[in-house]
């Protein structure tokens, strides 16, 4: 535990820049309204615990109900447990022999854990069943769509997978996955929408399960399978931290009330002033996301030219060797691997908790 007088000084008295911070602030409110957002819609959320990767955000979505948490490896699922979620949901098609082996461990050990993955193959079906212990796997077939990623690519081909489990031994049927994140229109989105509930309606299924992604559509979700015979489950990652980019563009809470705050921020110091009007910032694309869009610049004046691996290079007047900037960044998801500890601040940017992730 943190003494007070550790707990009373600035994230920045001894730290060596460059630093990205979380904000608790803003991370407990974005964790506590896509958990309102989910219960005042009648679905459940299962957090993509792939954004993060952080026991510590992982126990608070825990505690704010979630349903599940989503991984996509089963490495991933590994450190899920750890976390201490007793329901693990792997949103792709599990073929790795070491991580079937490791579940089905699991799933004989503890008769209270629950392991889902999606299927889109008869041949994935099988390897799942070769794998299977003394409980079943639970699988969701998934349904993709064209120019998608992964999942049957039509309705006859997801009922004969479906078929194929609900006859093969050592796998059970729980329900239908979809993606709907890359779509780019409402309307496509509806209408995938629409494939997925015709999926779930032609399951001899008790109590289905229908899974969704949730981080720019949930608006659209909310509204189109509330009258869905079926458990939805929402995925979205993305909105844990948020962001100043890329998912402040596309959140659905552009379109319908509330609101998500950006809670990781990347300070660096300015290391030359090489040319008038020309800076060069001592943090890269190895401290900051730049994959879905570059860092957004806090103070006013400063453009980003490009990033480096280390450096960043900016266009500003008036700055010079030794000051500090702050940076808003785009895309969380590729925000956290590059960190594995990062201070959790207050509003003064005093130091109130850690957040540790788990990569590689």
């Known amino acids: 535990m943190q003494g007070f007088q550790e707990r009373d000084r600035s994230v920045f008295d001894g730290a060596s820049l460059p630093l990205m911070v979380v904000h608790r602030e803003a991370l407990e ?8 957002f989910a219960r005042d819609h009648g679905m459940e959320l299962a957090p993509h615990a792939k954004t ?46 070491v991580g079937l082996e490791w579940a089905a461990a699991e799933l004989a050990a503890d008769p209270g854990f629950d392991f889902l993955s999606f299927v889109d193959s008869v041949a994935g079906v099988d390897i799942l069943a070769r794998h299977a212990s003394s ?13 998608g990623r992964a999942g049957c ?5 997801l009922l004969e997978v479906a078929a194929h489990v609900q006859r ?29 509930q015709e ?7 008790k109590n289905p399960i229908l899974t969704v992604g949730g981080s720019q559509w949930f608006d659209v979700i909310g509204r189109e399978l509330v009258t869905t015979q079926a458990r939805v489950v929402l995925r979205a990652g993305a909105y844990v931290t948020h962001d ?9 809470f552009n379109r319908v009330p509330g609101e998500l705050w950006p809670a990781l921020e990347v300070w660096a110091y300015v290391l030359s002033t090489p040319e008038p009007g020309l800076a060069i910032v001592g943090m890269g694309k190895r401290d900051a996301p730049y994959d879905e869009g570059l860092p957004v610049p806090r103070r006013g004046g400063v453009t980003i030219v490009k990033m480096q691996d280390q450096h960043t290079v900016v266009r500003a007047d008036g700055l010079k060797p030794g000051d500090l900037l702050a940076f808003g960044i785009s895309h969380p998801c590729t925000a956290f691997d590059k960190w594995r500890t990062l201070p959790l601040v207050d509003r003064d940017y005093r130091r109130v908790g850690t957040i540790n992730t788990r990569f590689g």
């Open 29 to 36: 409110h974005n964790i506590a309204t896509m958990a309102a």
């Open 52 to 97: 993060h990767m952080s026991g510590e955000i992982a126990t608070m979505q825990l505690e704010a109900g979630a349903w599940a948490l989503t991984v996509a490896t089963p490495r991933q699922a590994m450190a899920a447990r750890e976390f201490g979620a007793a329901r693990v949901m792997v949103a792709n098609q599990v073929v790795d022999p």
């Open 135 to 147: 409980r079943p796997f639970s699988v969701l077939v998934e349904l993709g769509h064209e120019g």
């Open 153 to 157: 690519r039509t309705l006859e081909q």
């Open 168 to 196: 093969t031994d050592g796998v059970e049927l729980a329900g239908i996955a979809g993606y709907e994140g890359a779509l780019k229109t409402a309307p496509e989105v509806r209408k995938y929408l629409y494939q997925l």
């Open 199 to 205: 999926a779930v309606e032609h399951l001899r299924v």
């Open 244 to 252: 100043d980019g890329y998912y402040r563009e596309r959140t659905p």
